[in-house]
């Protein structure tokens, strides 16, 4: 199965400053990468597909990139709505596996 | 709106099993797949398996092959999860979640249905 792990596991940011979250793959996954964005008390949310696609509705601050093994998660300009836990999950292989998190918490 | 309805919070003693339902609205169910993810708590996400709601083809999590069965019930527009023999490591918040035909991202995800293993 595919690992996926991502860094850091806590990323400590100020409201407006940018926010750069990574996954890396234990091998390619291609394209097949997305980011969700989970908070407490609810359902994980579709951020990016295919690495670099924003899903419906989801704004343009947030920003993903790579390929292969290595794929990076920007947030721009960070709003207080931001501050959650990220996961990357590739979809390219079974069994479909996720990251382990990166909690983003207000510096 | 397109969602995933999710039956309700679950107590079950170990060894015992669970059936968890997933009704969708507002959208063509057999023109895409459910998975099933579950959280432990405090916990990361776990991928249990997937199911085409198009023909029925499933692929499980190798961890729970032999405990877990996905069905669909595309009359109603309904997935279910059932796992079996429950242990108190199932303990866990369990999602279905909308995906293609094939492997794919997950884009509509339920409300999620705690299952609890006590005795």
């Known amino acids: 199965e595919i690992v996926m792990t991502q860094s850091p596991a806590t990323l400590s940011v100020s409201p407006g400053e940018r926010a750069t979250l990574s996954c890396r793959a234990s091998?390619?996954?291609?394209?097949?990468l997305a980011w969700y964005q989970q908070k407490p008390g609810q359902a994980p949310r579709l951020l990016i597909y295919?690495?670099?696609t924003r899903a419906t509705g989801i704004p343009a601050r947030f920003s993903g990139s790579g390929s292969g093994t290595e794929f990076t998660l920007t947030i721009s300009s960070l709003q207080s709505e931001d501050f959650a836990v990220y996961y990357c999950q590739q979809y390219n292989n079974w069994p479909i596996t996720f990251g382990q998190g990166t909690r983003l918490e207000i510096k | 709106q397109v969602q995933l309805v999710q039956s309700g919070a679950e107590v079950k003693k170990p060894g015992a099993s669970v059936k968890v339902s997933c009704k969708a609205s507002g959208y063509t169910f057999t023109s895409y797949g459910i998975s099933w993810v579950r959280q432990a708590p405090g916990q990361g996400l776990e991928w249990m398996g997937w199911i085409s709601a198009y023909n029925g083809n499933t692929n499980y999590a190798q961890k729970l092959q032999g405990r877990v069965t996905m069905t669909t019930d595309t009359s109603t527009s309904t997935a279910y999860m059932e796992l079996r023999s429950l242990r108190s490591d199932d303990t866990a918040v369990y999602y279905c979640?909308?995906?293609?035909?094939?492997?794919?991202?997950?884009?509509?995800w339920g409300q999620g249905t705690m299952v609890t293993v006590s005795s």
């Open positions: 979640a909308r995906g293609g035909w094939d492997k794919d991202a997950f884009d509509i």
């Open positions: 091998q390619s996954v291609s394209s097949n």
């Open positions: 295919g690495a670099s």
